[in-house]
């Protein structure tokens, strides 16, 4: 899978999120607790309001739950107007409601930041924004233009201009603020969730290319005898039919076809094995099947493998996951992809610890973005190549997010630097693992090999 391959959740996408039923619910709880609000503030503290027409007020917001739960499905995605229109009507209609109940001086419109704040989390920027001013303009409004509450003695409730004033800037910095910070971690998480899915499509797919290779290669083996036999009988016919022309060509057929299916499955059987006691291989072996697709793309790629120490030779014999090949294989893409020449791949280990060092002679990372590789959907590259250079890359983040949480499944940790200052020298990627992580106890027997559904390509 390509870097960048899928792009952020942008405004396009944010569409049909939320269901009819998500808003409507909501609205009955305004509801009651604003007929709960009108009913103390007139019987229990004996406020002097236009009442009816609060309530009137409220009923709009009964009527409009109601047409909506009647004539439409409560589980029906709202479309973007839709659910623009729903909030519109929800802050006229709190903002009709707080004008007959003294405005900013009711300290129940705090309550126009609610739209707002759920707006931002799944509608578009525009509709965001129009919500915003539609919700600004009410405020300032009600700051000058109100219809006062009273008491029983007649004192209007008024709070000091000053107070007024300061409540009005805050409910304008809490538009701004709230809807801001909602979506952008709202952004933020559908970006993680979107590039979790994507590791996970990365991992079963490595998964299954696995198994295959087992499949091919059991299939490899237990075609091998017929094979082997059709292609000595045909041999031998070839021997006998040397005065018949024809058959004889017949023959020379058959042996050439049993070659070429010997041929097509040893091809196949490349990608792997099921067989577990090549379930566990040497570390070189792994990581040369990670960097196989891309050492045949113009760049020189170089395999260095030497113990830390020289009193620990033993050469680490490490589990065969998926989650370690496609995790590696990402990276050393990454690295040839933006090579000028050459990428050297150090395999070390000592007594506790094994690393796979990636190197390349390229740009390097750029120093505004180092610290945050690693997460999903980094916009920038690593340096400012033009699209002819690099026309397959418009973003840097998703390969390299799905290499580092794989192989952090696996038990490893990812570093990411460059060989020279700022983003002048090359880059280097090292993974580090625990030798008990990975490694293969040899006196832990492997058992019987499994044997695999051919279609579902899952154990049986």
């Not at 409220?58 to 729903?86: D, G, K, Q």
């Not at 998480?189 to 990365?202: C, F």
């Not at 004889?248 to 059987?269: F, K, P, V, Y």
């Not at 973005?369 to 397959?392: H, M, N, Y």
Request: glycine share 6%; charged share 20%; proline share 4%.
């Amino acid at each position: 899978m390509k870097l960048g391959e899928l792009e952020i959740f942008g405004d396009h996408q944010r569409s049909n999120w939320v269901r009819l039923r998500t808003l409507v619910v909501l609205r009955w709880f305004a509801i009651v607790g604003q007929i709960i609000a009108i009913g103390v503030a007139a019987f229990y503290f004996d406020l002097q309001f236009h009442v009816v027409l609060a309530i009137a007020a409220v009923a709009t917001s009964v009527i409009a739950n109601l047409i909506s739960t009647v004539f439409s499905a409560e589980n029906r995605r709202l479309s973007e107007r839709e659910a623009t229109m729903m909030l519109t009507f929800d802050l006229l209609q709190l903002g009709l409601l707080l004008y007959l109940t003294g405005g900013l001086n009711n300290p129940f419109a705090l309550l126009l930041l609610a739209p707002v704040t759920i707006a931002a989390t799944f509608l578009h920027l525009r509709s965001t924004i129009s919500l915003g001013g539609l919700t600004i303009l009410i405020v300032t409004l009600l700051w000058q233009w109100n219809l006062p509450l009273l008491t029983l003695s007649g004192t209007v409730l008024v709070m000091p201009p000053i107070f007024l004033f300061g409540f009005w800037i805050s409910l304008l910095t809490g538009v701004l603020f709230l809807s801001i910070y909602a979506r952008q971690v709202t952004t933020e998480m559908h970006a993680m969730s979107d590039a979790l899915v994507a590791t996970q499509l990365a991992l079963s797919r490595e998964q299954k290319l696995t198994d295959l290779g087992g499949v091919v290669a059991a299939t490899a083996h237990e075609l091998g005898t017929p094979l082997a036999t059709i292609k000595l009988t045909s041999s031998e016919l070839m021997d006998e039919l040397q005065h018949d022309e024809a058959l004889l060509e017949d023959a020379r057929l058959i042996r050439d076809q049993a070659d070429r299916c010997r041929d097509i499955l040893t091809s196949m059987g490349r990608a792997g094995k099921d067989d577990l006691q090549l379930r566990h291989v040497p570390l070189e072996t792994v990581v040369k099947e990670a960097a196989e697709p891309h050492v045949d793309r113009g760049k020189e790629v170089r395999f260095k493998t030497a113990p830390w120490q020289d009193n620990d030779p033993r050469h680490p014999i490490v589990r065969r996951r998926p989650e370690i090949i496609h995790g590696l294989r990402n990276l050393i893409q990454n690295a040839v992809d933006f090579a000028q020449t050459a990428v050297d791949i150090e395999m070390t280990w000592s007594d506790s610890v094994i690393l796979v060092r990636i190197e390349d002679d390229g740009p390097g990372f750029p120093a505004s973005i180092i610290g945050r590789i690693g997460d999903p959907f980094v916009r920038r590259k690593r340096v400012s190549l033009t699209s002819a250079q690099r026309p397959e890359y418009e973003g840097m983040g998703l390969g390299l997010f799905i290499a580092k949480t794989l192989l952090e499944r696996s038990g490893a940790k990812l570093s990411f630097a460059n060989m020279g200052p700022s983003s002048t020298g090359g880059a280097i990627v090292v993974a580090e693992w625990n030798r008990s992580d990975i490694e293969q106890s040899t006196k832990t027997p492997l058992g019987a090999n499994q044997q695999f559904d051919t279609l579902g390509l899952q154990p049986s």
